[in-house]
């Protein structure tokens, strides 16, 4: 496979994007290098040339400007224009570092802005499939922390290695146009230097990680001491937990000791041969002022430019080696990107908007697997309005139902109509905007309760809100908050019962007004008492909205048009209460547990005595 | 993400406290660090010392300058430079990775004495943070300040010492640009950090929303809520944007703006420098110095602005520590028992405080109790238990049933009222003592990362392999346990993920009785498992509440029924005692409770056939 192409794919395109910026920063970053070199030049041109005797003169273009200047001993009368030709060629350089790095900044930082929010919107669009199969917690590392990672890579190290590279590639030349033998002199070093860093930062990759990993052994030996502190009480493990801790202190600290002791080796020995390399110069260069082969201002000039390549390529070694660990989050991003979505085909139309309601399924079979159908040929038609009951035991397919309903899967074989449309042509956002539903565990955001409510509706009026939260039997409960609406529920704020969240989610969907609503065991945590008052409330609307609930209570079954039966993905009955309940099998016995149960219990009671 | 509340009081004027803390028991390691620094910067200062006497030699002698010299003076100063270097970045090393190690210690040690009321204020992932962050900033910045700040500021003094020495007036004006100089620095610096906490905090918005969104993706979905979730996000990333180019921005216009001042002082040395040369009064060399030494001014002066900056932003961590260290626990053993203690010790008495051994009675006593003052849990709430018999504490979720259980551990106190053993409070009593003779099962189970053995061998850190199996033989779980695939050996994972909850029921079973605990505290799972485990998990129960003075938060009705003491608790007042039989002729309260929980049973059953 070829997976190295493959992993720089998304930032390939997205640098693409952004080329015009890249390329202002590196001509930005090369004529700032340029006034970075004449600094030091300048030293060098009122030293060989002004303050020095004999002056230099070559006919040559300084020579111009000096003249220009009004002569060497006018400029010598009026030092100050060196000090200040040193003063604003630094600004320049200064200014033009800035425009670089703002140029820079900002196409990396909007790569990764775009990044982020493609990946956002890619995370929406993912089959369930994948994402029932994915860790969330992985995915949530993978868009956060291995984007940090590539933030960081991007707008710290790139920059800065850019940088570097076009330094080294405007001041080199000038270098030895000045001089080929100070050049060679100053220079000597600086292919070791860069190696030893490349290939030090290479080996100890491996402590790093050894560091990183006894961190985070720590950090989880903490976190479980305080998330089981009960347990840790109960059995009076303070003791040995203070051991267990220690030891993971104790390795961590070692480690981390270990690898500062690593690194003031790398310091050191790359500052000796960085100091190295300027004693080099200083020694080498003054033998040649000495004996007249370079001026003494090339000698100072040259002293300047040597600590100003030396250091950033010190840098650039380490920089280089550990550009690795940017590579592996790029491709950890870019195999959620490769992620199939749920598929969207071009010739999808929308729900009708008078979309009555009525539904057909017909011998619709469906496995998450190949080995186990979950729904096995289930035929049914639904009319706009009917009030259904759907009962039976666990995994019996109930929920699959929906989700098929919902087109949160696709079903394979069969034909599912919905006001005579067949639903795999329809576009998946319109069926789900026609049909209200409540999956089996309420999810709430951690924002306002208002804001939860109107998620479904956001151009909701306040009157539907309450309204829809009447419905929901939970108005009152709302109300009854501090803040009421406005608050804030969740991690940050108040913590709600499971019953209370099934009810704000009802809200939720209510508020929606959909010509279907399905109910998925919404209600299982509300007491019936509530129950029956939401029954009632949904039934206003009997007739005028089509009604799916799963359940497994008698009393809304009764309510129910019809009622559906499923037992291990079949349909196996359907009719009234009053059918079923005469009918043996799963609803009978059902019916029998919860009204006839005084049979039962007497005799279990009997039993015990 | 973790929610931040907390009730721990930041410390004023903590940075004393902890300077005391630390500095005592590393006073000569402190000492040490000092000297090298300060020897570093000393050597610093001489270098371009031996490049002015190299030019003046240069100058004055031409070809008959003695370079040997100056090479041999130039080695000296390098090699003990890059020795002080390696030998301080150790020395730093050292002391931050101990002081880190202590702080840690010592903070963790603490949490292990502070009493339940404390951990219901302060969220885990607060008090992680100040273990593991915040520790490791205040050791950073007390052990690399130290350093930067004994090199920087000599370093930059000795600096001065020289010009003023080599040339007072041209010293002078070096002098005065450097208040503007030091002014500027630390307002780019404090900035900088200040920008950079703030993107932090809005990368970790981020990564909330990430989580989020993914773990509430279907509910968006259902919703049609993708567009605006994405547009929401984008605000998010739009503010982050922002946030980062202000941060690079800033960083990136420090360097230059520091540079256009170190600049001033280079071009003054060579205007006015220049003059002198020309008029003779200075020679090359010293001009060369100075232009030099204007410029090293430059990393000293960005070292110490950045660590005062630094210094200056850790307070609130030192602050959020120190309190952290200051809080006193709640329920502790008295002077008393302390006393008792020390006696039992000398006297080898067969208990840890010189008490009972054996638990013979168990008495509540008056007992009132709640978690905050204005709302009471438990109101005079009596029962008295024989040693070796069971009580089932049964009735509606949030009546105050583990409200007493956690009174029975110590991990409250009553507000009124006692608790007897042996008709003694048990305040009179070591909480170790306590502790370490009971045994607890919770209604999640929670798990170590370990191995199977290791959890079970919490109960009881003696137990040879042999009785481990013994235990789990006991609780039925032997045999599920050597299914895995590595038996006793497997790794358990984070949360325990990696087995069901039945399996982590019937392990912290066998972790409750290894230690063969007087008492056991049991809180039963409400929610049943599949029929399989259910099965094992009740027969095994009866071997766990064998024998022992039990007390069960119980559900199940085979548990109910075998209970010899049935309690129903109705906010917070005892309502009904008895036992089966007795409670159901009764026809009160706990026959309505059996019969909804008979119903419930009856009908898991047909469900989840």
């Known amino acids: ?609 | 993400m973790t929610t931040q509340y907390n009730s721990t009081p930041a410390r004023k004027g903590a940075w004393k406290t902890l300077f005391l803390m630390v500095y005592r028991p590393q006073k000569k390691l402190f000492h040490t660090l000092m000297a090298v620094a300060i020897f570093t910067a000393t050597i610093d200062a001489s270098f371009t010392l031996v490049t002015k006497s190299l030019v003046d030699d240069i100058v004055a002698n031409g070809v008959e300058a003695n370079l040997l010299k100056y090479a041999v003076l130039f080695t000296v100063l390098m090699l003990s430079i890059v020795s002080s270097i390696w030998y301080f970045i150790r020395l730093a090393g050292r002391l931050s990775t101990t002081l880190m190690y202590t702080l840690r210690k010592q903070s963790f040690e603490h949490l292990q004495s502070l009493s339940f009321t404390f951990f219901d204020n302060n969220a885990v992932g607060w008090l992680l943070a100040r273990i593991t962050s915040d520790t490791t900033r205040i050791a950073n910045v007390v052990a690399w300040g130290t350093l930067d700040l004994f090199w920087g500021i000599p370093f930059i003094l000795g600096i001065f010492t020289v010009l003023l020495i080599l040339d007072w007036q041209l010293g002078l004006v070096v002098l005065g640009l450097f208040p503007f100089l030091a002014a500027v620095a630390m307002w780019f610096n404090i900035r900088i950090l200040d920008s950079s906490r703030n993107l932090r905090r809005t990368n970790s918005r981020i990564t909330a929303v990430y989580n989020e969104s993914i773990s509430g993706v279907q509910t968006s979905k259902v919703l049609v809520r993708e567009d605006e979730n994405l547009k929401e996000f984008q605000n998010d990333t739009r503010k982050m944007y922002r946030l980062s180019m202000h941060n690079l921005l800033l960083t990136s216009a420090f360097y230059p703006f520091v540079n256009v001042f170190v600049s001033m002082a280079v071009g003054a040395a060579l205007w006015l420098g220049g003059v002198d040369v020309l008029a003779g009064t200075l020679t090359l060399g010293t001009l060369v110095a100075f232009m030099t030494y204007a410029r090293s001014l430059m990393d000293p002066m960005l070292e110490v602005s950045g660590k005062l900056a630094e210094l200056q932003r850790t307070t609130a961590c030192v602050e959020r520590v120190i309190g952290l260290l200051e809080v006193q626990p709640d329920i502790a053993d008295s002077e008393q028992v302390k006393k008792h203690i020390e006696q039992a010790l000398q006297s080898g008495a067969e208990t840890l405080d010189g008490g009972d051994a054996r638990i013979d009675t168990i008495e509540f006593r008056h007992v009132d109790f709640g978690y905050k003052a204005e709302e009471p849990v438990l109101k005079n709430f009596n029962l008295a238990v024989k040693a070796g018999a069971t009580v089932a504490l049964v009735g509606a979720t949030g009546s105050g049933k583990s409200t007493i259980v956690s009174l029975l551990c110590r991990f409250y106190e009553p507000t009124q009222g006692q608790i007897l053993i042996n008709g003694e409070d048990y305040r009179g009593r070591s909480l170790a003592w306590l502790q370490s003779n009971l045994g607890i099962v919770l209604q999640t189970p929670f798990l170590f990362t370990g191995t199977v053995r290791s959890n079970i061998r919490y109960g009881n850190l003696d137990a040879t392999d042999d009785e481990i199996v013994a235990a789990a033989k006991a609780v039925n779980v032997h045999d599920i346990i050597m299914q895995m695939e590595r038996g006793y050996d497997t790794e358990i994972q984070e949360g325990g993920n990696n087995l069901s909850t039945g399996q982590k029921q019937l392990i912290s079973f066998a972790r409750a009785i290894i230690g063969n605990p007087q008492i056991l505290v049991m809180d039963e799972a409400t929610s049943s498992v599949d029929t399989q485990t259910e099965h094992l998990l009740q027969q095994s129960l009866q071997t766990v509440l064998q024998g022992r003075t039990s007390f069960v938060i119980a559900h199940r009705l085979s548990t109910i029924r075998s209970a010899d003491t049935i309690v129903v608790i109705d906010q917070g007042e005892l309502v009904e005692q008895g036992s089966h039989d007795e409670l159901l002729a009764k026809k009160g309260r706990y026959f309505d409770l059996y019969r909804k929980q008979f119903q419930t049973e009856t009908e898991e059953e047909l469900l989840s056939q």
């Open chain 1, 1 to 609: 496979m070829n997976k190295s192409q493959h992993h720089h794919r998304i930032l390939v395109d997205l640098i693409r994007n952004k080329k015009w910026y890249y390329l202002g920063s590196i001509v930005a970053v090369s004529i700032a290098s340029y006034f970075m070199f004449l600094v030091p030049t300048i030293g060098k041109i009122v030293i060989d040339r002004v303050i020095t005797e004999p002056r230099i003169t070559d006919e040559g273009f300084v020579d111009n400007v000096i003249q220009w200047f009004g002569g060497a001993d006018s400029l010598a009368a009026n030092l100050w224009f060196a000090g200040i030709a040193i003063v604003i060629t630094t600004a320049l350089a200064g200014l033009f570092m800035y425009l670089k790095d703002y140029l820079a900044a900002t196409a990396c930082e909007s790569t990764i802005r775009r990044l982020r929010e493609e990946l956002f919107a890619h995370l929406h669009r993912l089959s369930e499939a994948y994402l029932n199969k994915a860790d969330s917690g992985d995915l949530v590392q993978r868009c956060t922390s291995d984007m940090d990672t590539l933030r960081e890579f991007l707008t710290m190290q790139v920059m800065d290695m850019g940088r570097t590279v076009v330094l080294m590639c405007i001041v080199i030349p000038l270098m030895f146009m000045q001089s080929v033998i100070m050049s060679v002199i100053s220079l000597m070093l600086v292919p070791i230097v860069f190696t030893f860093a490349w290939v030090f930062f290479g080996r100890i990759k491996a402590l790093f990680q050894q560091v990183d990993e006894a961190e985070g052994a720590m950090t989880t030996i903490v976190q479980e001491n305080l998330t089981g502190i009960r347990v840790v009480r109960a059995f009076a493990r303070q003791e040995y937990e203070c051991k267990k801790f220690d030891e993971g202190n104790r390795l961590y600290s070692q480690l981390h000791y270990k690898l500062i002791q690593m690194l003031s080796n790398f310091w050191a020995t790359s500052d000796l041969l960085c100091i190295c390399q300027n004693g080099i110069v200083l020694i080498g260069g003054g033998y040649l002022a000495s004996r007249g082969i370079i001026s003494m201002g090339t000698f100072f000039a040259f002293i300047g430019y040597t600590i100003m390549l030396i250091w950033p390529i010190r840098q650039l070694g380490q920089q280089l080696s550990e550009a690795g660990k940017a590579t592996v989050a790029i491709g950890r991003i870019q195999e959620i990107l490769d992620a199939p979505e749920e598929p969207e085909s071009d010739t999808a139309i929308a729900l009708p908007a008078d979309f009555d309601g009525s539904i057909q399924f017909r011998n619709v079979s469906f496995g998450f697997d190949a080995h186990k159908l979950a729904l096995n040929n289930v035929s049914f038609d639904i009319d706009a309005g009917e009030t259904i009951a759907i009962v039976g035991p666990t995994g019996s397919g109930k929920s699959t139902l929906i989700q098929l309903l919902m087109r949160l899967y696709d079903y394979t074989e069969g034909s599912i109509k919905l006001a005579g449309h067949e639903l795999n042509g329809l576009d998946r956002r319109s069926v789900r905007s026609g049909i209200g539903s409540l999956l089996q565990e309420p999810f709430l955001f951690s924002r306002s309760l208002k804001d939860n409510i109107k998620f479904g509706r956001f151009d909701a009026t306040d009157e539907q809100m309450v309204k829809s939260s009447h419905d929901a039997a939970v108005h009152h409960t709302i109300e009854a908050f501090t803040h009421k609406y406005d608050t804030v529920i969740g991690e940050r704020g108040v913590s709600l019962s499971g019953g209370q969240k099934q009810r704000v989610t009802l809200s939720r969907t209510l508020i929606q007004e959909t010509p279907i609503l399905v109910l998925d065991d919404t209600l299982s945590a509300v007491d019936s008492k509530t129950e029956r008052q939401i029954i009632k409330a949904l039934h206003k609307k009997r007739g005028q909205q089509t009604l799916i609930i799963i359940t497994h209570r008698i009393s809304v079954c009764r309510n129910a048009d019809r009622i559906f039966v499923m037992e291990n993905g079949k349909l196996t009955a359907q009719g009234t209460h009053e059918q079923l309940q005469q009918q043996p099998g799963f609803y009978q016995q059902l019916w029998q547990i919860q009204s006839g149960q005084q049979d039962q219990f007497d005799s279990d009671l009997a039993v015990t005595a």
